[in-house]
C-alpha cells in the first residue's frame, strides 16, 4: 500500500508528458526577445545569407531549399526526425536516481557533443571567410584560355584569410604573414589561388616547412608564446637559414599587422605558368589590390587590440560586408616571357623568396572581386573548406618552383586528417560549380549516391561513358614542358643563394616612418629571445641588409653592430613597396564621433552623421551611456570604446568626468581633475599617438585642449561639425596623419 503514493505520482507524470506542450501549429507572431512558449516563426536569416548552391557531386541539384537548417522546424527532433518531449532532463530510475543506458537521446545528444572538433589546421588555424563574385574584365585573354577572366564572366567565389600561427582561438591583430586563399568555383573546374599578404616566403624549398613552423609555433615543452614570432626558436631558425631574411623583414615592417583583411594586398608567391588559346605559354605572378589601400595598424594599437577585441579582423569584415561597404580587390598579373632560364630581368622566377618589382614589371589588372556575403554558419563553411593548389583551370598550370611542387602534395593530404577521409570535395562548401563526373568511389562520408556500374573506362557497360575531353571541350592541359636532363639531385640551383639583395631592396623602398617602424619592431621580437647567441647571430644578417638597421637594433638590444660579411649591393628602391604616400577612397572606414549624455546639446550631429554614412563611412557615435543622445542611436559608450576601432575621431562636446570614473594620470599625480571624462582624454590621447585625424567643433574644442591636443599635425576644429568633418575626411584619405609620427632615420 506505501508504494501506492508514488506510484499514482508517476502515473500523473506520465499523463502530464504525454500532454502536448506544443499545441498548434507554429503561429504567425513577430520574433519578439521573450522566451516564447509557443512556435513562433524563427527570426528571418540576415539579407543575402545563404550558402553556396548545393549540388550533388554529380551536378545535380540536392533539391535542398538553400535556407534549410537544424534550427529552422519548430519541433526538436532526435538525428532520425523522431519528435522530441523532453531535451533537459536525462532518463532516469527515478528523480535521484542514475541515469538509465537506454536514454537512446541523452546518448545521441553527448556523443555528437564529444565528436564535435575537428583537428585545426596545422598551419593558418585562425581565420576569417566570406563569400563574393569574380567579374572577369577580358584583358586577360591574350595569356590564358582560362573562361572565368573572360570580359564580364561572374564567377561565386569564397574567400579565407588567416594568421598562420596561432591557434584557432587566437587573436587576429598578432604580428604575423596572412593567408588570403581563395576558391573560385569556375564553369571549368574550381581554381584556388592560395595565397598571403606578402610575396615571397620563409623557404625555398617545400621540404623545410615543418621545419619553419616548429620553430614559428609555440616551444614545445611549455607551448609559449602563442601566434607570435617574437621567440628564441623562430629567430634561431631565421638567422640559421639566411633564405628566410627577406619574408623575416616583411613581416617586421607594418605589412605583419595589417588594420584589416579589406586593406591587405594579396600574391600568389609562387610564378604560375599561363596558357593562351593558341598554345602559347607566359610566366605569371599573382596579385590582389585592395580597392582601399594598403593599410597598417600600429604596434601599439595591435597590442591593444589583441586583448580590447582579439576578434578585430574577423568583426571588421563581416561589419563591412553586412553594412554594405563590400570589401574589393582588383587581381592583377605581371606577365614575363616563358624563357628556358625562367628568369626576369636577372631574377630567378622560381625562387619564392624573390619579387619582381612592379616598377619592371607593372601589375595588369584582370579582374574584380567583391565580397558580398558572411558565412551563414562558420564551422560548415570557414573550417570545412578546402583548399588545394592543384584546384586549377585549363588556361592555368604549375611551374617546377620546389615551394609550389611540394604543397601541390600537402594540401591534400592535410585534409585526410582535419576532414576525415579523401570525400571532402563533397562538403557543401567545397563542392565544385562545375559539373563532377569523377570515377571516385566509396570511402568514409561518401555523400553520393553514384548510378551506373562502371568507374572505370574504357567500359562497354555504361555506354562507354565518361569520355575524355580535348581541346575543343576545354580539357585541363598539363604544359608539356620540356624537363632538363639532370642527375637525381637534392641541391638548390646557384640563384638561391642570394639571400640578401632583395632584403635590402625592400629596406630601402620604406619611407622613414616606415624605416622606424621596422627598427622597432625587431628590436622588440629580438629583446623577447632569451639567447644571446640568437641575437647576435640575426645581427649579423641585418648587418648584411642595411648598416643602419644594425646599429639602431643594436643600441636598442644593448649589444655591438657587427660588420657586414657580404658586399652590400645597392638596388634601385621599388616604391610600390611602400605604403605611405598614397591616398585612397573612404569606404567602409569608420569615424567615431564623441558626444556627451542625451540632453547636451551637439549641434549638427544628425547631419554630420548623414554625410559620413552618405560618403560610404560608417559613423558610431561614442555617448557616456548607452541608448540614444539626442534622438540619435549609440553605438558605442565610453566603456566600450577604445579608439582602435576609430579612423578618425570627431569630438562635438566635453563631457564631464561621470562620478565613478577612473581617474585621468593628471588626477593621479594630485594635480587638478580634467575637466573632461579621462576616458574621453585616453581615447583622443591614444588616436593622437597612433597618428589618427581628429577634428572638433562647439564644445568639443574644449575637450581637445583638456586631453591637451591642440595645434598639431592632423587635429583641425571648425565651427561646425560639417566643416570639422569635411577637414577630417580630407586628412583620412592618406589613411594616417604620418607626419605625427617620430622619424629618426632616413
Ligand atoms: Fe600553406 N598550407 N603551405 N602556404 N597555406 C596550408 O593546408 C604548406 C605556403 C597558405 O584558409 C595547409 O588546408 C606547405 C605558401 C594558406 O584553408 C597545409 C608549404 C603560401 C593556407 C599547408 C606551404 C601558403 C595554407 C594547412 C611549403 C602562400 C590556409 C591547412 C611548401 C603562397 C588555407 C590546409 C585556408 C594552409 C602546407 C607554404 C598559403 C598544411 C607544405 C608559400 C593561405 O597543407
Known sequence: MAASKPIKKIKEKVAEALTPSVPGAPSSAPPTVAEPTTPVEPLPPKKEHGAPDTRTPTGAETGAPAETKGQQGAYLTTSQGARLRDTDHSLKAGPRGPILMQDHHFREKITHFDHERIPERVVHARGAGAHGVFVGYGTAEGVTRAGFLKKGKETDVFVRFSTVLGSRGSADTVRDTRGFATKFYTDEGTFDLVGNNMPVFFIQDAIKFPDIIHAGKPHPDREIPQAQSAHDTFWDFVSLHTE????????????????????????????????????????????????????????????????????????????????????????????????????????????PTK?????????????????????????????????????????????????????????????????????????????????VNDMLRDGFHQHAVHAGVAPYRPNSLDGGNPFTAGDKEQAFLDFPVRVAEAPKIRENPASFDDHYSQVRLFWLSMSPVEKEHIIRAYTFELGKCYEQAIKERQLQSLANIDPVLCAEVATGLGLPAPKPTIELADPAPSPALSQVGAEWPPDGRIVGIVVG??????????????????AGMVPLVIAPHGGKVGGLPVQRTFATARSIEFDAILVGAAPVPAPDAIPARDDKAGAAATSVDPRVVLLLDEAWRHAKAIGAWGEGVEALASAGIT??????????????????????AAHRVWERFPATVA
Open 355 to 435: 619579387i619582381v618589382p612592379e616598377e619592371l614589371a607593372p601589375v595588369q589588372r584582370v579582374g574584380k572581386l567583391v565580397l558580398n556575403r558572411t558565412p551563414r554558419n562558420f564551422f560548415a563553411e570557414t573550417e570545412q573548406v578546402a583548399f588545394h593548389l592543384g584546384n586549377l583551370p585549363p588556361g592555368i598550370d604549375v611551374t617546377n618552383d620546389p615551394l609550389l611542387q611540394g604543397r601541390l602534395f600537402s594540401y591534400v593530404d592535410t585534409q585526410l586528417t582535419r576532414l576525415g577521409g579523401p570525400n571532402f570535395s563533397q562538403i557543401p562548401i567545397n563542392r565544385p560549380h562545375a559539373p
Open 244 to 351: 628566410a631574411q627577406h619574408h623575416a623583414m616583411w613581416n617586421m615592417s607594418d605589412r605583419g599587422i595589417p588594420r584589416s583583411y579589406r586593406t591587405m594586398e594579396g600574391f600568389g608567391v609562387h610564378t604560375f605558368r599561363l596558357i593562351n588559346d593558341a598554345g602559347e605559354t607566359v610566366l605569371a605572378k599573382f596579385h590582389w589590390k585592395p580597392k582601399l589601400g594598403v593599410h597598417s595598424l600600429t604596434w601599439e594599437e595591435a597590442q591593444i587590440t589583441s586583448g580590447v577585441d582579439p576578434d578585430f579582423h574577423r568583426r571588421d569584415l563581416y561589419d563591412a560586408i553586412e553594412s554594405g561597404a563590400f570589401p574589393e580587390w582588383e587581381l592583377g598579373i605581371q606577365v614575363f616571357p616563358d624563357t628556358p632560364e625562367e628568369t626576369f630581368a636577372g631574377i630567378d622566377l622560381l625562387d
Open 597 to 614: 549624455p542625451d540632453g547636451t546639446e551637439v549641434p549638427g550631429l544628425a547631419e554630420v552623421r548623414e554625410t559620413i554614412q552618405a
Open 711 to 732: 595645434s598639431t599635425p592632423g587635429v583641425v576644429t571648425a565651427d561646425s561639425g560639417a566643416a570639422a568633418l569635411t577637414q577630417v575626411q580630407q586628412l583620412m
